[in-house]
């Protein structure tokens, strides 16, 4: 196995074999390919292919999660650097490639957490942790050149637009819940803006026995309205359980994320309306795949979330 021997070897890892029988978490669409990998004193690692157009976000993405576990945040797994160039992304046999340890997790049951309340307790700590530490890492800019620059209302117009071309009955639909978010959509030029994950969801989380023990994919890590992170994860669990945050899993995990401070008084009422606005984002994937089941769901959730009086949806707000 020469290509993976020299490989690895420019990481400073001694490969041993590949491990086909280990599956990997995450969308394995971050990338064109991905295996594990072990070397050999047993250690387990992930070994990516990048398309030539993904390394520089990809090497913006690890210099972040280096700077975050050189500040203490758990819960990641760092790439590795390349010791010859201090780089983490490798440019070898005409490619480019990036390794990461391989963290084992546990089958998250589908719905069945839901009812796990401790689950959403770890992952509500999680993003407390991880804005603090985002706290002392922000200030130093380099370690935020590459990533994501996104006004939400400029996304939103943008594929309404497209849609109105491609699309014309989704735009139809979609465009009926825009009413609801036009005061949220407003305000967000000046809403605070912080380092965020921007796709934080349970199925983005490596799980073990006792909670979280990683946070994966940050593809499109960068700095969002405060809100979105936990916007983005309240819409997932509220699709997924048949349209309510009633469920164990949100409600420890909205009761950790006000103890963690992550959720001011000014900030509660643009819950709502800010998870509207990423399903837009969701129902840019479900076209992006043809899936015209998820699109239909997808589609009926926003119409769901557009008649919800203001704080409804969140318990407690």
Not at 103 to 127: C, E, F, M, T
Not at 248 to 268: K, M, N, T, Y
Request: negative net charge; charged residues 20%; contains cysteine.
């Amino acid at each position: 196995m020469p290509l993976h021997t020299n490989l690895l070897a420019s990481f400073g890892v001694h490969f041993s074999r590949h491990r086909p029988d280990i599956a990997i978490p995450g969308s394995p669409e971050r990338c064109l390919v991905r295996r594990v990998i072990e070397d050999a004193d047993g250690h387990l690692f992930v070994l990516e292919q990048l398309s030539p157009g993904q390394s520089p976000r990809r090497e913006a993405i690890a210099r972040l999660l280096s700077a975050l576990s050189g500040c203490g945040l758990s819960g990641l797994a760092p790439y590795l650097r390349v010791p010859a160039t201090g780089a983490f992304v490798l440019q070898d046999w005409g490619r480019n490639w990036q390794l990461s340890p391989y963290i084992p997790g546990i089958k998250l049951p589908r719905p069945g957490y839901l009812q796990d309340a401790s689950l959403g307790d770890s992952l509500g700590a999680w993003l407390g942790d991880f804005r603090r530490t985002a706290d002392s890492v922000t200030p130093q800019s380099g370690r935020l050149a590459g990533l994501r620059e996104l006004s939400l209302p400029d996304y939103i117009a943008d594929l309404l637009s497209r849609l109105s071309h491609v699309r014309p009955d989704v735009h139809a639909l979609a465009t009926s819940s825009f009413p609801a978010l036009a005061g949220f959509l407003e305000a967000c030029p000046e809403l605070p803006r912080v380092l965020s994950h921007g796709d934080v969801h349970p199925l983005n989380v490596i799980w073990g026995e006792n909670g979280l023990r990683a946070v994966i994919d940050w593809e499109f890590a960068g700095m969002l309205p405060a809100v979105y992170d936990l916007a983005n994860c309240l819409g997932c669990l509220a699709i997924e359980g048949d349209g309510g945050l009633d469920t164990p899993f949100a409600c420890a995990l909205l009761s950790r994320v006000r103890d963690e401070g992550l959720i001011p008084g000014d900030q509660a009422r643009w819950l709502t309306p800010a998870i509207l606005a990423t399903r837009f984002g969701w129902l840019s994937e479900w076209l992006r795949r043809g899936d015209e089941e998820m699109i239909s769901l997808e589609l009926d959730f926003m119409e769901h979330l557009a008649v919800q009086p203001d704080g409804i949806l969140i318990p407690g707000a």
